[in-house]
């Protein structure tokens, strides 16, 4: 069950088709498209607009009118199993997520008093996340493609239902390898950013898949940044080395060697304590270029541009071979 709210009355003017790009009117439990030869509807369920444009998207709106599990289900975790969770190490964690959000919030509040900010895949509370939650001038635009406890509107990022420019800030955490096309929705995030907004994105590298039959891609350091070849770099890295690479690696190989379901979950909890604790070895040389070879993800921290990185400079500026 989610517990979304309605989505703020200053919102609803942003709001656009997904198809069309045109104004949406409210009518009840529906928003109607109100451009001629349009007139595409799409309905509000338990409070949450579903603005899919179905010829681009995998899901399909008949998906939440009937509230089908789409991408994942959510459900609280047993309370005795969340107290082990917590005491056992991570098989992956990025030991500068929480320092990333922290710029991403300063530079927010440097443009705005009151930075307006889309979340992409926003409908649990992503890692690091808190900290923009700790200034109350942030406003948070949580969306997915489920319904989940924070989920302000279901749309898929092919097709973001947002005017141009109606955002300072587009966080897609975990959310690029997941999408048919990661080059079709950067370029929406382009879009719906303001002419100075701010993305930052976390995008796997050397993880197992996940989160089946919706993984598609992964990128190495130069494909993330070519990805976000529209934006003006101000900062990247590795979101977890060789470390997080080698215990989510090991414990897919117990994973392997599982029979049923049962034991599948338990090398869960036996990979956390025998390959957890490599991932603190990231730390060390995390920054170090060697380590990007094999890192776990990368993150992005950009500032929308009318300029495009051309592939020459690319490979110039990114493209040195590690000493």
Same mark, same amino acid.
């Given at each position: 069950?989610? *517990? ?38 799409? %309905? ?6 579903? !603005?899919?444009? #179905? ?21 609280? !975790? ?29 530079? &927010? !509040? ?14 649990? &509370? ?14 948070? =635009? ?8 924070? *989920? ?26 997941? =999408? ?7 370029? #929406? ?22 989160? #089946? ?20 770099? =101000? ?13 989510? =690696? ?32 990231? *730390? !060390? ?36 071979? %590690?000493?």
């Amino acid at each position: 069950m989610h *517990t979304a709210s309605e989505p703020r009355s200053d919102l609803e003017p942003l709001l656009r088709c997904p198809a069309c790009r045109g104004r949406l009117e409210r009518h009840g439990h529906r928003f109607r498209c109100g451009s001629d030869g349009c007139g595409a509807a799409y %309905p509000v369920v338990n409070d949450v607009p579903v !603005l899919i444009h #179905e010829p681009n998207s995998v899901f399909s709106i008949a998906d939440y009118e009937q509230q089908r599990d789409t991408f994942f289900k959510y459900s609280q !975790l047993n309370p005795v199993l969340e107290r082990l969770k917590r005491l056992l190490p991570e098989l992956y964690g990025s030991p500068n997520t929480h320092e990333n959000y922290r710029r991403l919030a300063s530079l &927010l !509040l440097e443009t705005s008093s009151r930075p307006r900010v889309l979340v992409i895949g926003g409908s649990i &509370l992503g890692n690091g996340v808190e900290e923009l939650l700790a200034h109350p001038g942030i406003e948070l =635009v949580d969306t997915d493609v489920a319904f989940g406890p924070r *989920t302000r509107l279901i749309c898929d990022a092919h097709d973001l239902p947002f005017a141009d420019g109606s955002f300072d800030g587009v966080i897609a955490q975990a959310v690029l390898e997941h =999408v048919v096309d990661p080059h079709r929705c950067v370029a #929406e995030v382009h879009r719906v950013l303001q002419p100075q907004g701010l993305v930052y994105a976390e995008t796997p590298f050397m993880y197992p898949a996940h989160g #089946e039959p919706y993984d598609f891609t992964r990128f190495t350091l130069m494909g993330h940044r070519r990805l976000f070849r529209r934006f003006e770099e =101000v900062g990247s890295g590795a979101t977890g080395g060789p470390g997080s690479t080698l215990a989510l =690696v090991a414990h897919s190989f117990l994973r392997a060697l599982a029979r049923g379901r049962t034991m599948s979950r338990a090398t869960t909890l036996v990979s956390r304590v025998l390959f957890g604790p490599l991932k603190w070895l990231d *730390t !060390l040389r995390l920054t170090n270029p060697v380590a990007f070879e094999a890192a776990a993800g990368f993150f992005f921290l950009g500032r929308r541009s009318d300029e495009i990185l051309s592939d020459r400079e690319l490979v110039r500026r990114y493209g040195r071979a %590690p000493a």
